[in-house]
């Protein structure tokens, strides 16, 4: 399946044999202290900074109506982010993973990010559309 929007991602979790629990951390693009004329150009025009995770949160696909839902919620925390990155974490014997199971894989991803290896996941912007790394 072809992912460009955050629904999709929704629509293959449900479609998966087991079922999922979706982990999510949310990032704030920044530019370093000492960044480049060139660096500044491109962070001005959303195609360079570095990546800071910001909020963290796992769902089961059932608990997000659609990217609204998540965008909403994101708000409430009063926490500015820019784009948040997306992966599935798969249940067993037809039991969904829980909050606590969750735990350990975000924490992992939040690492994965700081260190920049994002390509195990999905990125969406905060139109739920999504985003590319190349």
């Not at 059932?62 to 997306?86: H, K, M, N, P, Y």
């Amino acid at each position: 399946m072809n992912i460009t929007e955050f629904a999709d991602l929704l629509t293959a979790a449900a479609g998966q044999a087991e079922p999922q629990r979706l982990l999510m951390v949310f990032v704030a693009a920044e530019l370093p202290a000492d960044a480049t004329e060139a660096e500044v150009q491109r962070h001005a025009e959303q195609q360079g900074g570095s990546l800071r995770p910001v909020l963290c949160v796992d769902k089961l696909p059932s608990e997000l109506a659609d990217f609204d839902a998540l965008l909403a919620e994101s708000q409430r925390t009063g926490i500015a982010w820019d784009l948040v990155f997306a992966a599935g974490l798969s249940g067993r014997g037809g039991i969904a993973p829980s909050g606590d199971e969750a735990e350990q894989p975000l924490k992992m991803m939040v690492g994965a990010i700081e260190s920049g290896s994002v390509s195990n996941f999905l990125a969406f912007d905060r139109a739920g559309h999504s985003v590319s790394f190349y």
